[in-house]
């Protein structure tokens, strides 16, 4: 079974950074796409990232230049570093992992969804 866990999520200000991590479990990451994903409230799930196999990453116009995506094939993790935090950030952050490793940035492009880790960012 896999199981993808989130966590890094906090309320912090405008301005601060913070770190998501999401560790996987029952299936490796190395030769597969994995994406961070975001969902505010009232408002449809996002593509905020991702990151193939080969290590090509992939952002949203309005997280570019703030937003780092990283994995780590040994511990079979994925991170999402998050600077200049603004509230428009705000929302619950899922992490994603594609069986395909080719750059996916729609949600029903991905098989396994962890529960989620909210990010509050205050004005």
């Known amino acids: 079974q896999v199981q993808l866990v989130e966590s890094g999520g906090g309320l912090v200000q405008a301005g601060a950074s913070l770190r998501l991590s999401c560790a996987v479990s029952?299936?490796?990451?190395?030769?597969?796409?994995m994406g961070w994903f975001r969902q505010a409230p009232g408002k449809e799930r996002e593509f905020v990232a991702t990151?193939?196999?080969?290590?090509?990453?992939t952002y949203r116009d309005s997280v570019k230049g703030r937003f780092t995506i990283s994995r780590d094939d040994a511990k079979n993790e994925m991170s999402l570093q998050m600077n200049s935090l603004k509230p428009d950030d705000t929302g619950v952050y899922y992490c994603?992992?594609?069986?395909?490793?080719?750059?996916?940035?729609?949600?029903?492009?991905?098989?396994?969804w962890g529960q989620g880790t909210r990010v509050t960012v205050s004005s």
């Open positions: 029952g299936r490796t990451v190395r030769s597969d796409a």
């Open positions: 994603a992992q594609r069986v395909l490793s080719t750059i996916a940035t729609s949600a029903y492009e991905y098989d396994y």
């Open positions: 990151i193939t196999w080969t290590g090509r990453t």
